[in-house]
């Protein structure tokens, strides 16, 4: 079991990376009384040199290998790929994730088109002082199922100012550690086998749509070569759970794609 943790803010040990430390050691005791092995390993996204995305479209038209930016921005996605799960943390700023976090999802854009995270999983989590954490959690959300994420769950938690780590514990100890255990016990059951209604429905969608993008392109391409353009091919990997879920999301994505494609 690998767990990549993705901090999006700035401040080491501040309220976000406090409660995802938390989260990791909950994880760790977890695994080790259930005789799991498990890597955790933390990014901190803010301290990685992430240029901003220079909207170029060369990740989109030609490949990102082609990326005139060179920065960390493989390392982070080589992390990403070799985990199992990834749990993303951040602030909520004015109403919506900040902007390093906001910064690395344009930067992963190309995944929109060529969803390489099919089969692996995230917990979306944010802090905030005192107001509304939906927003930034659907921002999130939107952008890891179109890349393939399983989302696992999400929370977000009312920390107030800056503080420590016995407030931390005192107000969502509770919780984080039973954030902890769904994250485990998602990974080890292998729950990504059985899509949420709407990721089905999401996939539908793309797959209509990649399936009328011109043959020449390098985004056709890559679904041709996953096999996910077949009309019988149901999601990313082979899913399991009941039919008539599978089979209505798919009804109501076709549906929802003649509107927006």
Known sequence: MNILILISSYRKMGNTDLVAAIIGEDLQLAAKANNEPLVLNTLYLGHMGLEPCRGC???????EEFCPIKDE????KTAMKSADCIILAG???????????????DRLAHVCHRPEFAGKSAYLLVTVGS????????????????????????AGLKTGAKTDREHIESMH????????????TDLKKERFKNPSFISLMMFKIQQIGWSRAPQSTIDYQFWKEKG??????KFFIQPEGNFIKIGLARFVGTVVAKFLI
């Open 131 to 154: 107001s509304r954490t939906g927003h930034a959690l659907r921002t999130m959300d939107t952008a890891l199922r179109l890349w393939g994420f399983h989302i696992i769950g999400k």
């Open 173 to 184: 100890g509770e919780k984080l550690s039973k954030v902890a255990a769904i994250i485990f």
């Open 57 to 63: 479209r060369v990740c989109f038209d030609r490949g």
């Open 228 to 233: 996910w353009l077949n009309g019988r091919q």
């Open 91 to 105: 602030p909520v700023y004015v109403d919506d994730v900040n902007g390093i976090m906001k910064n690395w999802i």
């Open 73 to 76: 921005f493989t390392e982070i």
